[in-house]
């Protein structure tokens, strides 16, 4: 199934002009592809003669195939199909595994001996051969994670009775949940269950949550609209203004905080607030950086500082809406082509590729195993939920074949 044809004495850059010309043809490009004339021996892959994509097929024959299979078609857990994988992208790839700066056991065993020419041939033939399609794997891609404000919208179902709809709070005594940075309400969740912040009834609520789900709860809270307690407040709120310049150091001028280790207090619910003074101050909430700044103040300092802080607008925090899978995927779209079938001969299709393989390298750029700067980027920002999906969505788009361009022969 050897779509390839020959091409004869043509000088790069109009071959190269050609490819992208085609890929826009296609209709895929939203973005052009710009590819520098004389751009070298990277592209050499991209225009191999029939005879050198025969060639290739003996190297694939004795080299390649018990893992990568004779048809580029992988069968073999985290081992990447190579069928239709753009060819620049090959032998550059090649090339990496042999100077060892892409690491890998297998890889670098099986490229070690292999000339320069050898790669050029087996890139080539692989990239000329029919891509793997989605309906042709197992569907072992498993349901997708939801997205993380999503899990934890649903994991906080709970907590409304008492914390109020996106956590606004209408029972005094109860913290508002809204207005506070993720960080500071993950600790705060923690220390419940540790018991090193102590309150029973929070410790059993938060008892069987782990990890995941304090994050999504904390991002989900941090994304809603940050309003007032709708709880009276007792104290005096203009008395309570001017002591509470001994706190906007921390808690900043008007209770929202800066830092994600001090809370923000605006728009907290008053009698809570007086309550958590009175405990930093009588130790029942131990907190060696609060004790200081809470003893000594009397009751009623306390509640006119509690009024003062409940009647101040509370404020977002500053976290990123995490992009949904078809944003993310529209950015990586404008370097893997659309659908991830990359118009670069240069750019790996991502179309149709094994979910594992996926799944496993973009791992690998986010710890910086695999070293792309391109890719540490990108993948610095994905969470390890969007990994697994951009992973699946992937997988599942069809794949286009590499277009080797037939030339009328002069
Ligand atoms: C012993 C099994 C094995 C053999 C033999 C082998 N490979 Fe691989 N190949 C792998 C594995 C595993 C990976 C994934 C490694 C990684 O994550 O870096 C891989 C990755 C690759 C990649 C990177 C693909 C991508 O999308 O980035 C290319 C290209 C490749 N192999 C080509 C070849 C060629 C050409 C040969 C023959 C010369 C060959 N391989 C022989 C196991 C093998
Ligand atoms: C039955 C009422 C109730 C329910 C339900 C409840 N909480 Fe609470 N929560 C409280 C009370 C009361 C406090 C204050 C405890 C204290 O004084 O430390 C609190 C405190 C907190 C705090 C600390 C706030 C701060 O500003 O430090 C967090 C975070 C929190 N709850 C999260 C949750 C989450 C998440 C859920 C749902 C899984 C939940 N709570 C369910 C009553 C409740
Ligand atoms: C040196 C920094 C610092 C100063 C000054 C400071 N705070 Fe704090 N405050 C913190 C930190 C850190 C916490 C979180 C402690 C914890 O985890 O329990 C906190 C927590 C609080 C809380 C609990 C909020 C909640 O959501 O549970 C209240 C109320 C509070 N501070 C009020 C005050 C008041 C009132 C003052 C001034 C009299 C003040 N703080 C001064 C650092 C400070
Ligand atoms: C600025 C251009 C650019 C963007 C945007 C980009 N990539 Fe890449 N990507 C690259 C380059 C260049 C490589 C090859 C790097 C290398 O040699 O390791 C690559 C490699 C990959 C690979 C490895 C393919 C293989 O066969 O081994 C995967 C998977 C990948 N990208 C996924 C993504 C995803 C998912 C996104 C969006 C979140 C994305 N990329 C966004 C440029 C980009």
């Not at 000088?11 to 592809?33: E, F």
């Not at 101040?312 to 500053?318: L, N, T």
Request: proline share 6%.
């Amino acid at each position: 199934m050897n779509r390839s044809t020959q091409i004869r004495s043509l000088s790069v850059s109009a071959l190269l002009a050609l490819v992208t010309a085609i890929g826009h043809v296609a209709g895929a490009a939203a973005q052009p592809v710009t590819i520098k004339p004389g751009a070298g021996d990277d592209f050499r892959a991209a225009y191999a003669t029939a005879l050198e994509i025969a060639e290739g097929k003996r190297v694939a024959q004795s080299a390649c195939a018990r893992c990568h299979g004779l048809n580029g078609i992988s069968t073999t857990k985290d081992v990447p199909h190579l069928a239709g994988q753009r060819p620049a992208y090959v032998y550059l790839e090649l090339r990496a595994y042999q100077s060892g700066a892409r690491d890998d056991k297998s890889m670098i065993g099986a490229v070690r001996f292999l000339s320069d020419d050898a790669l050029v041939q087996v890139a080539a033939y692989y990239a000329s051969l029919e891509p793997a399609q989605p309906g042709a794997m197992k569907p072992a891609m498993g349901g997708a994670k939801p997205d993380p404000v999503a899990a934890g919208r649903a994991a906080a179902a709970g907590c409304a009775g008492c914390h109020g709809e996106g956590g606004v709070t209408k029972m005094p005594g109860m913290p508002n949940l809204v207005g506070q940075d993720p960080k500071y309400l993950v600790a705060a969740m923690k220390a419940y269950q540790s018991g090193q912040r102590k309150h029973d009834m929070m410790k059993s609520l938060l008892g069987a949550l782990g990890e995941a789900d304090f994050n999504n709860i904390a991002l989900y809270y941090a994304l809603q609209k940050p309003a007032r307690a709708q709880t009276p407040a007792s104290g005096n709120a203009a008395a309570g203004k001017a002591a509470a310049a001994a706190c906007s150091a921390c808690h900043g001028d008007l209770g929202v905080s800066g830092n994600s280790a001090n809370p923000s207090l605006a728009g907290q619910d008053a009698q809570y607030l007086a309550a958590a003074i009175r405990a930093y101050a009588d130790g029942s909430r131990k907190d060696d950086v609060m004790k200081g700044p809470a003893a000594g103040l009397d009751e009623r300092v306390a509640r006119d500082l509690a009024a003062f802080y409940a009647a101040q607008q509370p404020r977002p925090p500053k976290v990123r809406k995490p992009f949904t899978i078809a944003e993310w995927a529209e950015r990586c779209d404008r370097c893997h082509g659309v659908n991830g079938n990359s118009i670069d001969p240069r750019l790996p299709a991502l179309a149709g590729q094994r979910v594992d393989y996926l799944g496993k390298v973009l791992h690998a750029y986010r710890t910086g195993a695999r070293k792309s700067p391109a890719m540490a980027a990108m993948s610095e920002m994905l969470t390890e939920a969007d990994v697994e999906n951009l992973a699946a969505y992937y997988a599942r788009q069809r794949a286009r074949a590499f277009v080797y361009v037939m030339l009328p022969s002069k």
